[in-house]
């Protein structure tokens, strides 16, 4: 049996509905590694003991961050439909979000970080709008520019 560091990642990203169905899309793939993480921070043992679920969400976290090595892209939300603007922020924070929950700094070498934000400074105008964004995205860019730094905390304090 193969241990965690050996085993392969399966690129494999998440969509908005049932899997099979419509193509993966980078904001539900965070979203997907997001729940994950939060999973498997709730199901750690002090012990360092792992049970096959540990395993499985394991996989599929580094499947997921595999398809976003595959999707690599801070300009529009990853997927199958290139330059897809829908839901363009949430993509940002989601991004942010599961990288920080799963306390990932580079993506197979990509500064994820670094080239978001570049991205949303050259967006910001001088009286610091995002363009057309509304105030939920505006917030959204926010969100991600002042990256958390502090992990979910889960049990008992």
Request: net charge negative; with cysteine.
């Amino acid at each position: 049996k193969p241990t965690a560091s050996a085993r392969t990642a399966v690129p494999r990203g998440f969509s908005y509905t049932l899997p099979g169905s419509e193509a993966a899309y980078g904001s539900m793939t965070c979203a997907g590694i997001t729940g994950l993480a939060l999973c498997m921070a709730a199901l750690a043992t002090n012990d360092g003991g792992k049970s096959t679920v540990d395993n499985r969400l394991e996989d599929a976290l580094r499947n997921g961050f595999a398809w976003l090595s595959q999707h690599r892209t801070v300009r529009w939300n990853a997927g199958a439909v290139p330059h897809r603007s829908e839901f363009y922020f949430y993509w940002l924070y989601s991004l942010e979000r599961a990288c920080e929950l799963s306390r990932i700094g580079l993506i197979d070498g990509w500064d994820w970080y670094h080239d978001g934000a570049q991205v949303l400074l050259a967006l910001q105008d001088d009286n610091g709008c995002f363009g057309e964004a509304t105030l939920e995205e505006q917030c959204l860019a926010v969100l991600f520019l002042k990256k958390a730094q502090l992990p979910a905390i889960t049990g008992a304090r």
